[in-house]
């Protein structure tokens, strides 16, 4: 007991040595990629150290969960891996301790590890997360000379839309500039064209400096401006103008309620409740949208229990259609004062109204149901656009409350694939291991990533997008245990090599030389009569085989299939064959020698190579009858 409790020691204490080492690695890797997103946020703004060290702080703790399984991986398959190389992994199985119980003490090391992670996701992260969108949001409201997008609007100004075509990062110009100006309101707007402009802030970081070159600026001189048909305006023409426009570009953190709203900030608890709360709400919603429609855009009559509605809704529906009813009345009225002649209120055709209308009456009655149409079409589309992002917020909550149960999960998951790996390559160090791990992680972050982009469009079920990646390699875990703990040569390059010349066909070639020592010289008497028997046996068989066509292959095939007899004379041959060339390999005639290794190596369980059977029989014939022909001179 006592040596098995120092063996467990032993193997927590290079684990533990080398994921110290992993998880510092895995992540900076991971921190690279993150800054490298970000980095044009960061770069160029003159921000402090503290905010530099604020924001590599939170952000390191958001990327512990992904840093986490890759860092288990490398240490498994590296500490394993070295025990393999000193052989020392050799010494504890021949010690009669198999690979699961060395794995013990890791195993629950694992868990503890994945149990700690997921209490990490669920506790520390939401806050990280909470700090960093703050930070990311008050860091693109920094500078915002540096934000401008070129062909789209830009409004992170206050009162100002700006358009540019183009910008030179290394100058700072903006070219083909089109400004919005509403700080004296929107019917007092000032539009703005110019060539090219330079945004730059002041030295107190409270104001903008905005210096425009070779352009125009129009200006509304009317308040009531938009509801004139004639709308006054003044035109200027200027080389150089400025603007100097408040805006405190020093770096203050944005409100809390800004970002608190996202998925990535909030505990499972919390994403369970605000799930169940927008399926309620958007439900509400949904039925609401197409009571409306049914009652305003459809008309399609509809019969439905009046407790499936509370009371506000069938008050509100009743309201619906007695102001339906009504205007049906009035339009009913009109249409008859207007008509030469009177139509019975219970015989109104709406066919026949139309068709006694003038034309210019029937056009614009066209005109109004297209306008009804166009209104009712992006009604429609507005509702539409309403569901979709309820459905779209629901399976991004989703995705973080399945998130947070998988990468944790991934961390045994990684361990039962490093560990098992690392004893069967039997390698150590920073060389193959590294890649191995760099690769299979790759594969997990490729499959999860591409199925979270699937399932957050809601083309896959939310939860089987997340679980899809552990789906794959939870197997190839148990694989490798499996192997492992049964010392199975799953990297032996020569069994593969040798299964897929199999698969191919591709045979090994004999190579008989002449022997230093030999201690039984071949009987040459009784070699003559097994070659006698050899030849005569290889005709028969040679004769008996269909032709090589078509139909005679699958003659072939058939008696292959349902004779044994076909499959016993080919054995016959073989065997004969292989005694022939165990023989005559102690004899010192080099010709013989070299005659042996002209027998091909037959095979009798594959019944591809057809041609290829009746080949080596005329080769065994060939052969046999030169080996007779020589050794007579031995046998007199």
Not at 250 to 263: C, K, R, T
């Amino acid at each position: 007991m006592r040596l098995i409790k120092r063996l467990d020691l032993f193997i927590l204490k290079n684990f533990l040595t080398l994921f110290a080492g992993t998880f510092c690695i895995s992540l900076f890797v991971v921190m690279m990629q993150f800054l490298w997103k970000y980095i044009d946020d960061l770069i160029g703004k003159g921000l402090t150290i503290d905010v530099y060290v604020k924001f590599f702080f939170y952000a390191a703790e958001t990327l512990v969960p992904t840093a986490l399984p890759l860092a288990i991986l490398l240490a498994s398959l590296i500490s394993f891996g070295n025990l393999g190389e000193r052989l020392e992994l050799l010494a504890i199985k021949a010690a009669g301790i198999s690979l699961i119980r060395t794995l013990r003490p890791l195993i629950v090391l694992v868990s503890l590890m994945a149990l700690t992670a997921f209490h990490f996701q669920n506790k520390i992260v939401p806050e990280a997360q909470l700090k960093l969108l703050q930070m990311l949001t008050s860091l693109k409201m920094k500078s915002p000379e540096l934000d401008i997008p070129e062909g789209v609007f830009y409004d992170g100004i206050e009162n100002i839309n700006l358009y540019v075509r183009h910008k030179n990062e290394d100058t700072g110009m903006l070219y083909d500039v089109v400004i919005y100006n509403m700080q004296d309101g929107v019917n007092r707007a000032h539009i703005i064209l110019a060539d090219s402009a330079r945004l730059e802030t002041t030295s107190d970081k409270m104001h903008l400096l905005l210096h425009m070159y070779q352009g125009e600026q129009f200006e509304n001189l009317m308040s009531n401006a938009l509801q004139t048909r004639n709308v006054p305006y003044r035109r200027e023409t200027f080389v150089e103008k400025h603007f100097i426009i408040d805006f405190d570009t020093n770096f203050n953190l944005a409100d809390q309620e800004d970002v608190a709203s996202s998925a990535r900030t909030k505990t499972i608890k919390q994403l369970t409740h605000d799930i169940d709360s927008m399926r309620c709400y958007y439900d509400s919603i949904s039925v609401v949208f197409y009571s409306t429609m049914q009652q305003y855009a459809l008309s399609i009559p509809h019969k439905t229990r009046l407790s499936d509605y509370d009371s506000l809704t069938i008050a509100s529906m009743a309201d619906s259609v007695k102001k339906g009813l009504e205007k049906e009345e009035q339009r009913y009225q009109t249409l008859k004062a207007k008509t030469a002649f009177s139509i019975p209120k219970s015989d109104v055709n709406i066919d026949t109204l139309y068709t006694q209308t003038n034309s210019q009456g029937k056009q614009r009655i066209i005109m109004n149901a297209l306008q009804k149409a166009g209104f009712q079409e992006m009604d429609a589309n507005s509702k539409a656009d309403v569901m979709e992002y309820g459905d779209k917020q629901i399976r991004l909550h989703q995705i973080q409350f399945w998130q947070k149960i998988t990468m944790s999960l991934a961390c045994l998951i990684f361990f039962f694939i490093g560990a098992p790996l690392g004893a069967i390559i039997r390698k150590g160090g920073l060389g193959f291991p590294v890649v191995v791990a760099v690769i299979i992680f790759i594969l997990y972050y490729i499959i999860d990533t591409g199925a979270m982009k699937v399932s957050r469009e809601g083309e896959i079920p939310v939860w089987f997008g997340m679980w899809i990646s552990t789906l794959v390699l939870a197997p190839l875990g148990v694989f490798f245990t499996v192997k492992s703990n049964n010392d199975s040569a799953v990297f032996n390059m020569d069994a593969y090599i040798a299964l897929w010349k199999k698969f191919l066909g591709i045979r090994p070639k004999r190579n008989i030389v002449r022997k230093e020592v030999i201690i039984n010289d071949p009987d040459y008497a009784d070699m003559d009569k097994t070659l006698g028997v050899l030849i005569t046996t290889s005709r028969e068989y040679l004769g008996s085989l269909p032709r090589s066509t078509f139909f005679g292959y699958m003659k072939y095939i058939v008696r292959y299939w349902f004779s044994k007899r076909e499959d016993m004379r080919a054995e016959g041959i073989m065997q004969i064959t292989e005694y022939v060339v165990e023989v005559l390999s102690n004899s010192k005639d080099r010709h013989v020698l070299r005659l042996l290794n002209g027998y091909p190596v037959m095979e009798t369980r594959n019944f591809r190579f057809y041609r290829r059977r009746r080949k080596d029989l005329r080769a065994v014939i060939k052969y046999s009858e030169q080996i007779r022909s020589e050794i007579e001179k031995y046998i007199n």
